[in-house]
């Protein structure tokens, strides 16, 4: 494939696509992407750079498809060891997780190509990603022109509402085999009761 071919994107996209059918979580699905390095422009010394292409390439797209800023980004990976793992940073400690400058000066190092690839492939895996359930539509930064699609024919109410039972139904399929709240066997309400109710009270509240 040549170097920077628009056609890079839609082959990430194609093999998130495929990830999405049998995995739960975006990290997961991160994690086994392949990235076609060779097709790709990174203008860093790769014999000195701390952090090689595909590492941050699969950064980039994360934080591309959850719509984190780089300072955003470089916290969640300096606190959360799944993360470095899903972009296999080939670091011992959270205190080695690339910060804000090593995400900058690796985004301004790669080709405008790359840059658009890259971009262009965090948007298609957002869609898949949320066709497929994998993650929340809730979570997927919406570009401008796709809100007022949304929008044509429907009431600000009904939008809410369907936004509402999406993000619910991820709370039931994601966090209800973790959520656990040790109480009595006699209980008037199940578990599930209560995290249902509790997430209908969150969106409900951000809804507002």
Not at 4 to 22: M, R, T
Not at 55 to 61: I, Y
Not at 131 to 152: Q, T
């Amino acid at each position: 494939m040549v170097r920077d071919d628009p056609a890079v994107a839609e082959s990430i996209v194609v093999h998130a696509e495929s990830l999405c059918q049998h995995e739960d979580h975006l990290w997961d699905v991160i994690n086994q992407l392949s990235i076609p390095v060779a097709s790709l422009t990174d203008e860093r010394d790769q014999t000195k750079a701390d952090f090689e292409t595909e590492e941050m390439v699969k950064a980039h797209l994360f934080m591309r498809i959850r719509g984190f800023s780089q300072n955003e980004f470089a916290d969640q990976l300096s606190t959360r060891s799944n993360l470095i793992k899903s972009v296999e940073f080939d670091v011992n400690t959270l205190d080695a997780a690339p910060s804000q400058q090593d995400l900058s000066y690796a985004w301004c190092n790669f080709s405008d190509d790359t840059q658009n690839i890259v971009e262009a492939a965090a948007e298609g895996i957002g869609q898949v990603a949320v066709e497929h359930d994998v993650i929340s539509e809730a979570l997927v930064p919406v570009l401008p022109d796709e809100e007022a699609d949304e929008d044509d024919g429907q009431t600000d109410k009904e939008y809410q509402k369907q936004k509402a039972t999406k993000l619910i139904n991820l709370a039931r399929k994601h966090v209800l085999p973790e959520f656990e709240t040790g109480r009595a066997a006699h209980r008037t309400y199940s578990d599930e009761a209560i995290l249902d109710m509790f997430a209908r009270r969150v969106v409900c509240t951000r809804t507002e």
